[in-house]
Nanobody, 122 residues
Framework: VQLQASGGGLVQPGGSLRLSCAAS????????VGWFRQAPGKEREWMSC????????YYADSMKGRFTISRDNAKNTVYLRIDSLKPEDTAVYYC????????????????WGQGTLVTVSS
């Protein structure tokens, strides 16, 4: 499966954004999809994941409340909605896929999208 992340851009503080991760390839239903982000000068951090089949969602403790992950298997797409954006949300956001089960470890993911830049600034 190949992934393409999109939906980033320049957003004012307090705004919302929905990122998309579109997949091509077969057996999409078998893949769990995670979102990571990497802010300037910082390490990549795991944010959230949605499992295959039953769509169970997981969030890093620091991401609970403003972030919502969802998937539309008919469109081969996973979404990440971010509300109440803050300047510290400025980062490159990546989606990644792995077989079946979610993980918060980046090394467990087999496929990565190219990243989409989100800049939160007034």
């Amino acid at each position: 499966v190949q992934l393409q992340a999109s939906g980033g851009g320049l957003v004012q503080p307090g705004g919302s954004l929905r990122l998309s991760c579109a997949a091509s390839g077969s057996a999409w239903d078998y893949y769990a999809v995670g979102w990571f982000r990497q802010a300037p000068g910082k390490e990549r951090e795991w944010m959230s994941c949605i499992s295959s089949f039953d769509g169970t969602t997981y969030y890093a403790d620091s991401m609970k409340g403003r972030f919502t992950i969802s998937r539309d298997n008919a469109k081969n797409t996973v979404y990440l909605r971010i509300d109440s954006l803050k300047p510290e949300d400025t980062a490159v956001y990546y989606c990644a896929a792995k077989y079946i089960m979610c993980s918060n470890y980046s090394g467990a993911y087999d496929e990565w999208g190219q990243g989409t830049l989100v800049t939160v600034s007034s």
